[in-house]
Nanobody, 123 residues
Framework: VQLQASGGGLVQAGGSLRLSCAASGRPFSTYLMGWFRQAPGKEREFVAAINWSDRRTYYADSVKGRFTISRDNAKNTVYLQMNSLKPEDTAVYYC?????????????????WGQGTQVTVSS
């Protein structure tokens, strides 16, 4: 499985960005797709995830109501729409894939990782 993340950038507080994660290499019917982020000096943390099969979604409390994860089957792509961005959302964002669906918030529960994309929110 190969994952390619894109869409990061610099935005002012209150603004929006949409991240994309294009997946290739294997069927995804039983996979869980997730987004994590890592700020300088901090551990990688769970942001959101979506079951590829039934579209059930999971969010970290810190992003609920502001971020939306979705997927496009035809494009094998997962999106993270980020609204009302805050300076504390600044981090490198990574997409990841797990072989089993369901809520998984630990980075070690994911099997494949894409490269990160930088998101910077200025105050």
């Amino acid at each position: 499985v190969q994952l390619q993340a894109s869409g990061g950038g610099l935005v002012q507080a209150g603004g929006s960005l949409r991240l994309s994660c294009a997946a290739s290499g294997r069927p995804f019917s039983t996979y869980l797709m997730g987004w994590f982020r890592q700020a300088p000096g901090k551990e990688r943390e769970f942001v959101a995830a979506i079951n590829w099969s039934d579209r059930r979604t999971y969010y970290a409390d810190s992003v609920k109501g502001r971020f939306t994860i979705s997927r496009d089957n035809a494009k094998n792509t997962v999106y993270l729409q980020m609204n009302s961005l805050k300076p504390e959302d600044t981090a490198v964002y990574y997409c990841a894939s797990a072989k089993n669906a369901g809520l998984r918030v630990g980075a070690d529960e994911y099997d494949y990782w894409g490269q990160g994309t930088q998101v910077t929110v200025s105050s």
